[in-house]
């Protein structure tokens, strides 16, 4: 038992090394703020700070949580947890927090009861419905509720309202990733499992800074870099990531060019012949046209677009090349930035042809970043329908209707569902009138923040905020409702490699604080929303009831579910899906026989243009049937939409820190993180710092077209020409002003990926200019990404 | 025999100058839908780059053809004008209708060069040459991705023009 003194000092713990194909060794982290012998009951659950989904036990007293420790036999974490597992739970005990609902009485949100808070709530719908129907209603929902609530959300919206404009905030998270998998696969769902990074003898991250978004799958990669069989590492990122210090290669490219530099590897590696011909013919199909593609991104193109050198683009390709066991891994630098389907599916095709998929150690993670981001897409809370049902396809929107005992007319399938930025955009145009966002905050995370605060500021749009804590965004509600976070309900949720957990209500919530799913449940029945028979649409009360519910609605769907229920949840450490009467212990990895769901009675799409979004047509995709195939997407590199210039000569991209979670809500509130990242900063390279003349903590402002921040600069060993600023810091909290302001999306721009419509927050072109002296080192961390030049 | 083909590819190369032309024009209108802004630019960039290929095929087939004029300035002033008029009704309603109505025009232009690829695709085959077949192939498939998109992005947004309030 490791009992954690500091995890913000020593963010991956001490090393448990192994060998390939070795156990990787336990070490159970805790960290309590009351003696051990004062804990009254331990109650299982898992962490939802990351997309890790690590396994723990919360630990409770005098009805408060004090504490939490690893689950040494789960399958994710072996009993590890990272700083914001560790910490981040005190944040939902400060005296700010939301307890009763708070509506919007002459321009000032006052206290009320929930009969009122609903009523107006009802009444704001009704006056909506009856003046616009249901196309001026719209929900822009969350990656960090329960499988449950997001279903009954996607219920109310899609068949209770019938609305297309329901959406997540896994938008902006992981939308890529499900559109990458769908494209290459034909459905959601990542492939492999954690433990082939036990198998492996390579990996990969793409834009993906593992180090800090998923710190516990961090170390388990640590564990196997500092055992025997030491596996090679090639990581593609513009920024010195810790994972970027290890690695054999790092290929630190201009952020914007990820397609240029995959195609270019891709070319290598099928230049040379270092490709499974016989596999890509048995199981694939469209590889003559990345071929052709890619040729036309050689090492030489590429290493002048992306501002590195030829020969690491080369020794890069090599590596991959001699993997035999290669484990890939994306995130936000390929799905928030330019081109990001498109240069998400060239990672899949790297494992395409190279035949290296649904074998152990061999596999790609199309990662999530939030925690319940599996189940927002799986749950049809974004923008595709539950459990992966084709919107395209009569027969599977049938499937949902008969399931729901709607017509399936009801249901809105006569295009996508509707994304958040073209949301807004309706917002914009006056034809939405009534927004609901719950759990998210997007006054603080969607681009371009002048805009967005203007539009949900609106007094012609009905803000509905629903949230733990008073958030930028419920600053600017009509109605307010208090939330119960984790640990305060009981709901299932899925990570990264599709292993479902059950987090038990250890507490009970705050005040008059309800859980969302009560508060779901509550709005159906008020607004008296029915099936074709006259009954009540929801038919469920409990959290366990909505499970059992979608849970037979996902069987015979690839995400089936339906030998899943909450007590074998209880029983488990951690269970992937499929979990069915054939695979009742779970499955650890899909297409093991090379067979994928693409055939066109079960695929989740017919795909699109990876360039244009154009979107494939059934009969099209018929006439070509992959029907179990892969499908090998190419796309040719294009410019961004918006490069440094003279004006602007610098490029910004955002992300995140190992000690935070999105805009703070909850990390915020954690005094040990609080005190690892207390305040904003942005990141300049040494030669750009020079240049500008700035030493490390000056106060700087970086400026767009679109906004600016001031914020102490901290100088690190990125590429030149970048500019990084984390993305968490808003206005809610004293260390942060907004005058001057120091949100980054301030300056970000309104833009989308043409596939996965996730905005763009990786390619802006900004000026800095120093402002004058700062007391010190920026207030960024020193053992991250954010290490500063010439650190002790 | 090939002064009619140069015929033919004299005015795809004019309809697709145009068609870039037009996507400009209706990517600077809708400013405000900023995939409408982005995506109609880069696809303006796709038909001024086939323009140019067509101009190589021209002159083998001895019918030389000539680049688009410049008009910078005016270009430059109806660009900003139409951009900073977007900004000023983006709130309005009828800007859904009206780009609806853009994207039908621009469907109906392209789908006009969709015919006089077919056409030059036929003439390739029957003068069995080879590199121009592949040439047009390839500049085809491109239009009709084109067509697609126009066609997925009217369809995204007529129920909201349409229907809503």
Redesign the interface.
């Known amino acids: 038992m490791s009992v954690v003194s500091d995890r913000t000092a020593d963010i991956w713990g001490e090393r448990t090394p192994y060998a390939a194909s070795g156990a990787w060794p336990s070490r159970v982290d805790q960290h309590l703020t009351v003696d051990p012998g004062a804990v009254e009951k331990w109650v299982h659950s898992a962490c939802a700070l990351c997309s890790n989904g690590c396994g723990l036990d919360v630990a409770v007293a005098e009805g408060r949580i004090v504490g939490v420790r690893g689950r040494a036999d789960d399958r994710i974490n072996h009993g590890r947890l990272g700083p914001k597992g560790l910490y981040g739970w005190a944040g939902g005990y400060t005296s700010d927090r939301l307890t009763q609902p708070l509506v919007r009485v002459d321009g000032r949100l006052q206290p009320t009861d929930w009969d009122t808070a609903m009523n107006q709530i009802v009444a704001a719908s009704k006056k909506t419905l009856s003046?616009?129907?249901p196309?001026?209603m719209s929900f822009y929902t969350s990656g960090q509720l329960f499988a449950e609530a997001y279903y009954a959300l996607a219920m109310i919206a899609r068949a209770g309202i019938g609305t297309?404009h329901l959406d997540g905030n896994t938008r902006l998270c992981t939308s890529t990733a499900a559109w990458a998998l769908i494209e290459s696969f034909g459905a959601d769902g990542d492939p492999g499992s954690y433990a082939d990074i036990d198998h492996c003898d390579t990996l990969l991250h793409v834009g993906h800074n593992v180090a800090e978004t998923q710190t516990v799958m961090w170390a388990r990669m640590l564990d196997r870099l500092a055992g025997p069989d030491r596996p090679k590492l090639v990581v593609i990122d513009p920024r010195r990531t810790p994972a970027a210090r290890e690695a054999d290669v790092h290929l630190a490219i201009r952020n914007g060019t990820n397609v240029m530099v995959l195609n270019a590897l891709l070319n290598e590696i099928i230049a040379n012949g270092w490709i499974d011909r016989e596999w890509i013919d048995a199981h694939t199909a469209g590889f003559d046209a990345l071929q052709a593609v890619v040729a036309e991104h050689p090492a030489e193109r590429a290493a002048e677009v992306c501002g590195v050198a030829v020969e690491d683009i080369r020794r890069a390709a090599e590596i991959l090349s001699s993997a035999e066991r290669l484990v890939s891994t994306v995130l936000q630098g390929v799905y928030q930035s330019h081109q990001a389907t498109a240069a998400a599916v060239q990672v899949n095709n790297i494992h395409l042809v190279r035949g290296m998929i649904g074998k152990p150690g061999a596999t790609v993670f199309q990662m999530n970043g939030q925690p319940t981001a599996e189940n927002t897409r799986e749950t049809g809370a974004n923008g595709l329908l539950p459990v992966h049902l084709n919107w395209q396809n009569d027969e599977h929107v049938e499937i949902l209707a008969k399931h729901w005992n709607v017509d399936a007319l009801q249901i809105?399938h006569?295009?996508?569902p509707t994304h958040v930025?073209?949301i807004l955009?309706?917002i914009?145009?006056?034809?939405?009138s009534f927004l609901w966002v719950n759990g998210t905050n997007p006054a603080v995370s969607l681009p371009q923040l002048g805009r967005v605060r203007e539009l949900l500021g609106r007094d012609e749009l009905f803000l509905v905020v629903q949230d733990a804590f008073l958030t930028e965004t419920a600053e600017l509600a009509d109605v307010v409702l208090p939330a119960a976070i984790w640990g305060e309900k009981t709901g299932v949720f899925t990570n990264a490699d599709r292993t479902v957990h059950l987090a038990e209500q250890a507490v009970e919530p705050p005040g008059q604080a309800r859980s969302d799913l009560e508060i779901f449940i509550d709005y159906a029945r008020r607004m008296g929303l029915t099936d074709r028979d006259g009954q009540p649409l929801l038919k469920f009360a409990t959290s366990e009831e909505a499970w059992d519910d979608y849970r037979r609605l996902s069987e015979g769907r690839l995400c089936d579910q339906s030998e899943l229920s909450y007590a074998k949840l209880r029983e488990s450490e951690g269970i992937q899906w499929p979990v069915t009467k054939e695979a009742p212990g779970g499955t650890e990895r899909l297409y093991v026989d090379g067979r994928f769901h693409t055939a066109s009675g079960e695929c989740e799409s017919y795909g699109h243009?990876l360039?244009?979004?154009?979107?494939?047509e059934k009969d099209e995709y018929v006439a070509h049937d992959p029907d179990g195939r892969a499908i090998i997407k190419a796309a040719p590199y294009?410019e961004p939409?918006e490069s440094p210039d003279e004006e602007y000569p610098l490029s910004l991209t955002t992300g995140r820190t190992a000690f935070h979670f999105h805009t703070r809500t909850k990390t915020g509130r954690a005094s040990e993180l609080v005190a690892a990242a207390p305040s904003m900063w942005v990141e300049l390279s040494r030669d750009d710092a020079a240049a500008l003349e700035v030493a490390e903590g000056d106060i700087v402002e970086v400026a767009s077209r679109r906004g600016r921040v001031v914020a102490p600069a901290r100088i690190t060993h990125s590429r030149s020409g970048l500019v990084f600023a984390p993305f968490h810091y808003g206005y809610w909290d004293a260390a942060q002003t907004a005058d001057p302001p120091t949100a980054a999306n301030e300056l970000t721009?309104?833009?989308?990926d043409?596939v996965s419509k996730q905005p763009l927050f990786k390619t802006a072109a900004v000026r800095v200019t120093r402002v004058g002296p700062g007391e010190g080192p920026a207030p960024a961390p020193e053992n991250t990404a954010s290490q500063r030049v010439g650190a002790p | 025999m090939s002064a009619r083909v140069g015929g033919l590819v004299e005015r795809l190369h004019a309809a697709e100058i145009d068609l870039a032309d037009d996507f400009r024009t209706v990517g600077e209108r809708h400013a405000a839908d900023q995939d409408v802004f982005h995506l109609c630019h880069q696809l303006a960039e796709q038909c001024a780059a086939r323009a140019e290929r067509l101009r190589s095929i021209a002159e083998r087939f001895g019918t030389p053809l000539h680049e688009p004029t410049d008009k910078p300035t005016i270009d430059w002033l109806l660009s900003s004008a139409r951009r900073a008029l977007s900004g000023l009704v983006a709130h309005r309603p009828e800007t859904g209708l009206v780009l609806l109505r853009d994207l039908r025009q621009l469907y109906v232009a392209a789908e006009e060069i969709d015919f006089y690829w077919i056409m030059l695709g036929q003439a390739a085959q029957a003068l069995r040459d080879a590199e121009l077949l592949s040439a047009v192939d390839d500049m085809h498939k491109q239009l009709l991705t084109q067509v697609k998109w126009l066609k997925t992005r009217a369809k995204e947004a007529a129920p909201q023009a349409l229907v809503a309030g």
Do not use: C, F, H, K
């Open positions: 003046s616009a129907g196309l001026g297309p809105p006569w295009s996508p930025m073209q955009r309706y914009e145009q006056g034809s939405i243009d360039v244009t979004g154009a979107t494939n294009v939409n721009l309104t833009a989308w043409p």
